[in-house]
C-alpha cells in the first residue's frame, strides 16, 4: 500500500465501523455494514466500539492475523517473528527465509512488509477519533478514558515504527485527506530517533494519567491501564538508552520501570511457566494481552507447530543456537566444564524454562515420546508426514496447549492470549537499566529493589527455581546475567529480534549459522552431530535498522528518506 492511501485518505477507515462518503458512485448505494461519520460521533456506543477495534489492524499480507485480523506485532501466525532471529527458523519459509538471509531489500521485506502501512494507518484513525472526541456526548471522566486509550494505542503503533525503522514521521493529531498538500515536504519528514521517542513516551505519560489501574470491561487485560501504558513508556525508555538508539539514559529508564513495579499491582505468575501462557485467567503477571475467543480464534498453534508424526506442520523449529545457551539448572553454562553438562545426554539438567519451550528427542508429549533420531524416530524424516520433518531436529513447545486437539482442531483450539506485555519482562528492563545506571546492588531513590534483586525474583519463579545471583558480582557479569536472562525467559516473545539490535550484537549472533541436531541411534546409544539447518544466513550493518518499503518512497516523490544503505 502506498502512504498516500495509508496516512491521507478520505476513505480510509472503511476496515473500522466507519463509512465515509467520498467518491460515492452515481447510484449512492450505501453499504449496510457500515456506518456513516455522522453516526460514529454522535453514537458513544458505536463510538466506543470504534475504539476498542483499534486494537487490531488491518490484514495487509496473505497468512496475516490467520482466522482474525492482526493486533500489534506478529503475535500469533504460522511464522512468528522468532523464526527471523537465531531462536527459529519456519519449516516451509512463509517469508522468512529471506530475512534470515540478509536478502532484505525495499522491494521485498517477506513477512516484515506490513509494520509501516498498517501503523500509519491505524495512527490515523486514532486522529480522527481523538479529533471526534470532543463532540460526543458523553460523561467527562468516560471522555477523559476513551482518550487515554486512544493516546496508547497510537503510541503502541509508533513504538512499533521507531524499533523497527528508527525515526519517523510524526503526525500529531492531523488527520489529512487527498484534498489537503501532499506536495508538503513537511508531512514526508522524518524526525530523528529522539525526537520520535520523546513525543511517544511523551503520549504515554498523558495516557497513563488519563487510564484506570483498573479496567472493569468484560476483557480487562484486552484494553488499555496505567500499568500498560507505564509498561510501554519502560520498554521504550530502556530502548532509548541503549547503545543503538543512544537516545536516553539508563536512569531514566530505570525510573520508568520503577514506576510499574510501584503500583504493586503486578507479580510473577506462580503456577507454572508453561501455564501461564494459556489463559489470561486468575494471572498477576499479565499488564497487556490479546485475548480470543471462540468467534475470533487465531492460528491453531498445535497442528501449526506439532510434531510429524502427531498430524502437526512442525512451523516454528527452535534452532540449536538457542538451545546451547539454556544453562544448566545449577545456574552454570553448558560451556563451564564445572557444569555438569554431558554431551552425551545433553537434556538432562537443564534450566527448567528448556523443557517448557522446546520439545527435544526424549521429551514427553500427548501421551508418547518425541522420537527425532534416524533410523526410524516417528519424528524424524524416516516418520508419517516427512514433508513436516524438523529441519532442526526441535518442534516447538512453548504456548502450546495439550488440552486442546492437534488433529482436526478447526474452531476447538486457538484461544491462547498473546501477552503484549507482562511484569517479568518490567523487572528485566529494571535489572538491566538500573544495572547500567547504578550497578548491581544499588537501590535508587525512589525505587524498592537493586538491579540484581529484580532478576532474581525472575530466576525464583516456582517450577523454574533457578539459583539466585549473589551478591557481589560486578556489573559485567549482571549485564551477562540480563541478557541471559532475557534470552530465556521471553524466548519466541518478540523480543529477540530487538535485543540484539539495540545491545548492537546482531553482527555476531545473526551472522552464526543456523544451526540443528542430527541424532543417530545405534541400538540404544545416541550420537548427536551439529548441522546448519538453513543455509547462508547473514546479517549486515544496514539491518540494524529494516527498510522503508519503496511504495511508501514512490508515494512521496522520493520525499521520504529511506534507511542508510538500501
Not at 550497578?439 to 538491579?451: C, I, K, R, Y
Not at 548441522?531 to 522503508?548: M, Q, S, T
Request: aromatic share 12%; with cysteine; charged share 20%.
Amino acid at each position: 500500500m502506498q502512504i498516500k492511501s495509508i496516512i491521507y485518505s478520505a476513505c480510509l477507515l472503511a476496515t473500522s465501523a466507519l463509512y465515509t462518503s467520498c467518491n460515492r458512485d452515481l447510484l449512492d448505494v450505501r453499504p449496510t455494514d457500515k456506518f456513516e461519520q455522522s453516526v460514529l460521533l454522535s453514537d458513544s456506543l458505536v463510538f466506543e466500539a470504534y475504539v476498542r477495534n483499534r486494537y487490531i489492524g488491518a490484514r495487509l499480507q496473505d497468512k496475516e492475523g490467520d482466522g482474525t485480523d492482526p493486533g500489534f506485532g506478529r503475535g500469533f501466525e504460522y511464522s512468528l517473528w522468532s523464526s527471523i532471529t537465531d531462536e527459529s527458523i519456519y519449516n516451509n519459509d512463509d517469508n522468512t527465509w529471506l530475512i534470515q538471509k540478509g536478502l532484505l531489500a525495499p522491494e521485498n521485506l517477506g513477512m516484515a512488509a506490513t509494520i509501516w502501512p498498517r501503523s500509519y494507518r491505524s495512527i490515523r484513525e486514532c486522529n480522527f477519533a481523538l479529533n471526534g472526541l470532543p463532540q460526543l456526548t458523553i460523561s467527562e471522566p468516560h471522555r477523559q478514558w476513551l482518550k487515554g486509550e486512544l493516546q496508547f494505542i497510537r503510541a503502541f503503533r509508533y513504538h512499533d515504527l521507531i524499533r523497527n525503522y528508527g525515526g519517523v514521521v510524526l503526525m500529531g493529531d492531523k488527520v489529512l485527506e487527498l484534498s489537503d498538500n501532499l506536495q508538503n515536504d513537511s508531512l514526508f519528514t522524518r524526525a530523528t530517533l529522539k525526537e520520535s521517542l520523546d513525543y511517544t513516551i511523551a503520549q504515554l505519560d498523558q495516557a497513563a494519567a488519563l487510564l484506570p489501574e483498573n479496567n472493569s470491561t468484560a476483557w480487562p487485560m484486552g484494553r488499555a491501564t496505567k500499568g500498560a501504558a507505564l509498561a510501554l513508556k519502560a520498554r521504550l525508555a530502556l530502548y532509548a538508552a541503549s547503545p543503538l538508539y543512544n537516545a536516553g539514559t539508563w536512569a531514566d529508564a530505570a525510573t520508568a520501570a520503577a514506576a510499574v513495579i510501584s503500583l504493586n499491582k503486578y507479580s510473577i505468575y506462580q503456577g507454572g511457566y508453561d501455564k501461564m501462557f494459556l489463559s489470561a485467567d486468575n494471572n498477576p503477571e499479565i499488564i497487556f494481552a490479546r485475548l480470543y475467543t471462540r468467534n475470533a480464534n487465531h492460528v491453531h498453534l498445535e497442528i501449526a507447530n506439532g510434531p510429524n508424526s502427531y498430524g502437526g506442520w512442525g512451523g516454528n523449529l527452535p534452532l540449536q543456537n538457542l538451545v546451547d545457551d539454556y544453562a544448566m539448572a545449577n545456574g552454570r553454562p553448558i560451556t563451564d566444564g564445572t557444569s555438569g553438562y554431558d554431551a552425551n545426554n545433553p537434556y538432562v539438567g537443564r534450566d527448567p524454562r528448556f523443557y517448557y519451550t522446546v520439545l527435544y528427542n526424549g521429551a514427553s508429549y500427548r501421551g508418547s515420546t518425541i522420537e527425532t533420531f534416524t533410523p526410524g524416530g516417528k519424528d524424524s524424516k524416516d516418520g508419517p508426514d516427512n514433508w513436516n520433518t524438523s529441519k532442526t531436529g526441535y518442534y516447538l513447545r512453548k504456548f502450546m496447549n495439550d488440552a486442546y486437539p492437534l488433529q482436526n482442531p478447526w474452531g476447538n483450539a486457538g484461544f491462547q492470549p498473546w501477552i503484549y506485555m507482562r511484569y517479568a519482562e518490567v523487572l528485566l528492563n529494571y535489572a538491566e537499566a538500573a544495572n547500567e545506571a547504578y550497578g548491581p546492588d544499588v537501590v535508587p531513590t525512589g525505587a524498592t529493589m537493586s538491579a540484581r534483586a529484580a532478576l532474581n525474583a525472575v530466576r525464583a519463579r516456582t517450577g523454574v527455581n533457578m539459583p539466585a545471583l549473589a551478591a557481589g558480582i560486578g556489573q559485567a557479569q549482571l549485564r551477562d546475567a540480563v541478557r541471559y536472562e532475557r534470552r530465556v525467559e521471553l524466548a519466541f516473545e518478540e523480543f529477540r529480534f530487538y535485543d540484539v539490535r539495540r545491545w548492537m550484537i546482531a553482527d555476531v549472533t545473526e551472522n552464526r549459522p543456523a544451526n540443528g541436531i542430527t541424532i543417530n541411534r545405534t541400538g540404544s546409544t545416541f550420537t548427536y552431530t551439529t548441522k546448519v539447518a538453513l543455509d547462508g544466513r547473514r546479517f549486515e550493518p544496514k539491518h540494524y535498522w529494516l527498510p522503508i518499503p519503496r511504495a511508501e518512497i514512490l508515494a512521496s516523490s522520493n520525499k521520504l528518506q529511506q534507511n542508510k544503505d538500501y
